[in-house]
Nanobody, 120 residues
Framework: VQLQASGGGLVQPRGSLRLSCAASGSIFSINDMAWYRQAPGKQRELVATITSGDSTNYADSVKGRFTISRDNAKNTVYLQMNSLKPEDTAVYYC???????????????WGQGTQVTVSS
């Protein structure tokens, strides 16, 4: 199983970006999916989560600006980021709890990260 994140880049303050993270390989089911970020010199922090039932949760710092969603048919989670601020600059990572087969437990997988830079 692999997670491939994409969509990062350089954007001006108040701009928007949409991140994608696609899971591939042997997949029986996907439970919770999430986005984290890590800025230089800081610990990795949770940005947003989404359950298999589409319940969502956000860090206070991104509420009202970011939206997490998923497409179960494509095994993909998205992060729509609006009104971006310089303090949103970080490497963004996705993760997902994936069951490879009906007889295996959920395993947490991480994507490779995608850089988001907010700067004028």
């Amino acid at each position: 199983v692999q997670l491939q994140a994409s969509g990062g880049g350089l954007v001006q303050p108040r701009g928007s970006l949409r991140l994608s993270c696609a899971a591939s390989g042997s997949i029986f089911s996907i439970n919770d999916m999430a986005w984290y970020r890590q800025a230089p010199g800081k610990q990795r922090e949770l940005v947003a989560t989404i359950t298999s039932g589409d319940s969502t949760n956000y860090a206070d710092s991104v509420k009202g600006r970011f939206t997490i969603s998923r497409d179960n048919a494509k095994n993909t989670v998205y992060l729509q980021m609006n009104s971006l601020k310089p303090e949103d600059t970080a490497v963004y990572y996705c993760n997902a709890e994936i069951r490879a087969a009906w007889y295996t437990p959920n395993t947490l997988y991480w994507g490779q990260g995608t850089q988001v830079t907010v700067s004028s």
